[in-house]
T-cell receptor, first 115, second 115 residues
Framework: AQSVTQLDSQVPVFEEAPVELRCNYSSSVSVYLFWYVQYPNQGLQLLLKYLSGSTLVKSINGFEAEFNKSQTSFHLRKPSVHISDTAEYFC?????????????FGSGTRLSIRP | NAGVTQTPKFRVLKTGQSMTLLCAQDMNHEYMYWYRQDPGMGLRLIHYSVGEGTTAKGEVPDGYNVSRLKKQNFLLGLESAAPSQTSVYFCASNYRYRGSSYEQYFGPGTRLTVT
């Protein structure tokens, strides 16, 4: 079975500052990893994913995450945040190569940007 | 494509009333899911389906029933609503590739209040 831990429930940062949202997972098998973003009063949208290959994955709006197998982490980073990045971010994991695989979500990190 | 749609968007029920939430997807996805989202608890899986005519229990199935009579639709029923079922409900779907399931696509959510 898999589990996901998001270490920070809330992260306040100033606009244009860097940010890191932490995510650790546990699994006995190979995994796929995801970051989803939820803007206020909306559903979840996929931000980026790691399936295989390069351990550094990037989104179109400047976020990146690095899969670290030895530390079982998939932290999300952005070098300079914008007010529009205010949202809740969910880390998620699923088993690779498993049919009917379900995605396990973390409890979420609320990112608030101060001007 | 409309993606994943949910009906209704909002609903208020009295304790003991019943209702059905409808989820529809037009992406020909095999897998569909119902989640509930409560503050500080992330998303919890209620029920899921790996294909037409099949359903399975998730993490928090009690008090809910589901049906998947058509591939594109997944219904969530509350037979006798309780205040503990006040939540935001999300439907999601994804496809199967090489025996595994990839990122999920989410609907906009249904906000349910039980008084």
């Amino acid at each position: 079975a898999q589990s996901v831990t998001q270490l920070d429930s809330q992260v306040p940062v100033f606009e244009e500052a860097p940010v890191e949202l932490r995510c650790n997972y546990s699994s006995s098998v190979s995994v796929y990893l995801f970051w989803y973003v939820q803007y206020p009063n909306q559903g979840l949208q996929l931000l980026l994913k790691y399936l295989s290959g390069s351990t550094l994955v990037k989104s179109i709006n400047g976020f990146e995450a690095e899969f670290n197998k030895s530390q079982t982490s998939f932290h999300l980073r952005k070098p300079s945040v914008h007010i529009s990045d205010t949202a809740e971010y969910f880390c998620a994991v699923s088993s690779a190569y498993s049919s009917a695989s379900k995605i396990i979500f973390g409890s979420g990190t609320r990112l608030s940007i101060r001007p | 494509n409309a993606g994943v749609t949910q009906t209704p968007k909002f609903r208020v029920l009295k304790t003991g009333q019943s209702m059905t939430l409808l989820c529809a997807q037009d992406m020909n996805h095999e897998y569909m899911y119902w989640y509930r989202q409560d503050p500080g608890m992330g998303l919890r899986l209620i029920h899921y389906s790996v294909g037409e005519g099949t359903t399975a229990k998730g993490e928090v199935p009690d008090g809910y029933n589901v049906s998947r009579l058509k591939k594109q639709n997944f219904l969530l029923g509350l037979e006798s609503a309780a205040p503990s079922q006040t939540s935001v409900y999300f439907c999601a779907s994804n496809y199967r590739y090489r025996g595994s399931s990839y990122e999920q696509y989410f609907g906009p959510g249904t906000r349910l209040t039980v008084t």
